[in-house]
């Protein structure tokens, strides 16, 4: 089992810039891929960003493409979002898959409790 605790959630304007965090313990190997994704209120859970634990290869929804970066250091994994939206509120969540690279949110089997960002003028 992983344990993963999500940081760096907040209330920021259109147009700003916010790095999250995402702390992971226990047994994480090259194979697993680790994502965020977000919800907002009334919406589904939407796969936002991923990257394979051990080569690094990275994805990207379209909306964010170009915006938000993922990445991973040791055994923490970072969005880094920039020029945000309003449309980018939500709670956003840091799962992994031991069964590879999906942007399919059933296909995840450890989650974090989320970090809430909210971007509003």
């Known amino acids: 089992q992983v344990q993963l605790v999500e940081s760096g959630g907040g209330l920021v304007r259109p147009g700003d810039s916010l790095r999250l965090s995402c702390a992971a313990s226990g047994r994480i190997f090259s194979s697993h891929f680790m994502s965020w994704f977000r919800q907002a209120p009334g919406k589904e859970r939407e796969f936002v960003a991923g990257i394979r634990w051990g080569v690094r290869n990275t994805y990207y929804a379209n909306s964010v493409k170009g915006r938000f970066t993922i990445s991973r250091d040791s055994d923490t994994v970072y969005l880094q979002m920039g020029s945000l939206k309003p449309e980018d509120t939500a709670v956003y969540y840091c799962?992994?898959?031991?069964?590879?690279?999906?942007?399919?949110?059933?296909?995840?089997?450890?989650w974090g409790r989320g970090t809430q960002v909210t971007v509003s003028s």
């Open positions: 799962a992994r898959s031991r069964g590879g690279y999906t942007q399919t949110a059933r296909e995840h089997e450890d």
